[in-house]
């Protein structure tokens, strides 16, 4: 089945304390991204990825890091948590192909930091 | 800047009422055009799509959304819609041409409650 997956899919932690999300995708897709969700705000693009180790900053990168050594993983790092990083984080996938970019997205994870 | 905006961000609608979501967009070159759908706790799931062709466009469960380019505008409408239509519902819009990344510029996103 093709599918976008998150781990963890809920989180609570304190600040300052390093956490990952994972991502991984099984559609071969070049393209990756990473989006919190806020309320009244939508979703809004953290980091994108158009293929292995190329990465770049999309609309609210400050205090995320991201990698891309293999073309189905995405992590996405904090590596001090605040509490403004309290979010709903989506990873999506897409591909140039016939697809339009259409982006498949995960199920998200539920960050709370305290 | 590039941006997307969503009209309405609550409505209300009782069962088999008709449905119209608005958006806009400003871009000026060319686009492909989204409307997703999130149910409560559930994931984004796309409703429909536009990249290029007739500018209505049909997508699942009986919703359909048209494309007019000299408004920048791509709506959503439904005929009848039904309980389980209540979702939140965001309109995106992906940038086409060179440098394309396959971002997606998000609207702020519609919250539709519908009585049954």
Not at chain 1, 53 to 79: A, M, Q, W
Not at chain 1, 89 to 110: D, I, L
Not at chain 2, 67 to 88: C, G, M, Y
């Amino acid at each position: 089945e093709a599918q976008v997956t998150q781990n963890p899919r809920y989180l609570i932690t304190v600040t300052g304390k390093k956490l990952t999300v994972t991502c991984s995708q099984n559609m071969n897709h070049e393209y990756m991204s990473w989006y919190r969700q806020d309320p009244g705000l939508g979703l809004r693009q953290i980091y994108y990825s158009m293929n292995v180790e190329v990465t770049d900053k999309g609309d609210v990168p400050e205090g995320y890091k991201v990698s891309r050594k293999e073309k189905r993983n995405f992590p996405l790092i904090l590596e001090s948590p605040s509490p403004n990083q309290t979010s709903l984080y989506f990873c999506a996938s897409s591909s140039a192909g016939t697809s339009g970019y259409e982006q498949y997205f995960g199920p998200g994870t539920r960050l709370t930091v305290t | 800047a590039q941006s997307v905006s969503q009209h309405n961000h609550h409505v209300i609608l009782s069962e088999a009422a008709s449905l119209e979501l608005g958006c806009n967009y400003s871009y000026g070159g060319t686009v492909n055009l989204f409307w997703y759908v999130q149910y409560p706790g559930q994931h984004l799931q796309l409703l429909l799509k536009y990249f290029s062709g007739d500018p209505l466009v049909k997508g699942i469960k009986g919703f359909e959304a048209e494309f007019i380019k000299s408004k920048f505008s791509f709506n959503l409408r439904k005929p009848s819609v039904q309980w389980s239509d209540t979702a939140e519902y965001f309109c995106a819009v992906s940038p086409y041409g060179s440098g394309n990344t396959g971002k997606l510029i998000f609207g702020q996103g519609t919250t539709l409650q519908v009585k049954p």
